[in-house]
């Protein structure tokens, strides 16, 4: 399932974090490579472990907790701090997959959702679409700044080649307390039909308040945690 998540970050809130990271030193992207990914890699990218990554990073995590419809599609149990990534002169990520496992230091969590947020807008630069593969066939994403794509972590994914411009977006994983996709899938569903219903009818309506525990019975039964 993949889901947009609008305005992660204000213009504002983009502004504060492209300051933070283009005053910063970037690396080639191949130093987080594995042998596979760095055949099929070209770009740049921040160092995880840097002051500016961890500033920008943070700005991000804050933006997320406070955002409920990334809440209700991730159900996130564990959020890997966001790394940050461009694009330019025709550099691309060619088809791949995510490791199952991603890890930070000590910090390590099962890679269930992968999630893309754009810092530049579409018309900064032509090419750079992330386009995923899916059961329904190819599906291109390319986003306003500030908002952000969410997207299953096991599907097969690449970066269009960059042709005019820079790409610049921030990426990371999230372990969901839902382990089952189709699961994950349902009760998002359920969730974002409640929501509507709860504007029609107000959310103390028994049938509403019946939903509700529903969702919630379910949740407690296919949570791992």
Not at 61 to 67: E, P, S, T
Not at 113 to 132: K, M, V, W
Request: aromatic content about 8%.
């Amino acid at each position: 399932m993949l889901i947009p998540i609008p305005d992660v970050l204000s213009p504002q809130g983009v502004q504060r974090v492209r300051a933070i990271i283009d005053a910063a030193q970037w690396v080639d992207g191949n130093v987080t490579s594995g042998p596979q990914a760095a055949l099929a890699k070209s770009n740049e990218q921040l160092p995880d472990d840097g002051a500016a990554a961890a500033e920008a990073g943070g700005i991000i995590l804050d933006a997320l907790g406070r955002m409920p419809l990334f809440i209700a599609a991730a159900l996130p149990a564990k959020v890997l701090p966001p790394m940050f990534n461009r694009y330019a002169g025709g550099q691309a990520f060619g088809v791949h997959v995510d490791n199952a496992v991603r890890t930070k230091g000590s910090f390590r969590l099962r890679a269930d959702l992968s999630a893309t947020l754009f810092l530049a807008d579409p018309d900064e630069y032509d090419g750079g679409e992330l386009t995923i593969e899916s059961s329904f066939g190819a599906q291109t994403v390319k986003l306003p700044a500030g908002h952000m794509v969410l997207y299953p972590s096991s599907s097969l994914h690449r970066v269009e080649p960059v042709t005019r411009g820079t790409r610049v977006a921030s990426f990371f994983w999230i372990e969901s307390m839902v382990r089952d996709g189709e699961a994950r899938r349902a009760l998002f569903e359920m969730d974002q039909a409640i929501q509507a219903l709860g504007v029609k009818l107000g959310q103390g309506d028994p049938a509403i308040v019946q939903l509700t525990g529903v969702y919630h019975n379910l949740l407690r039964r296919w949570a791992d945690s």
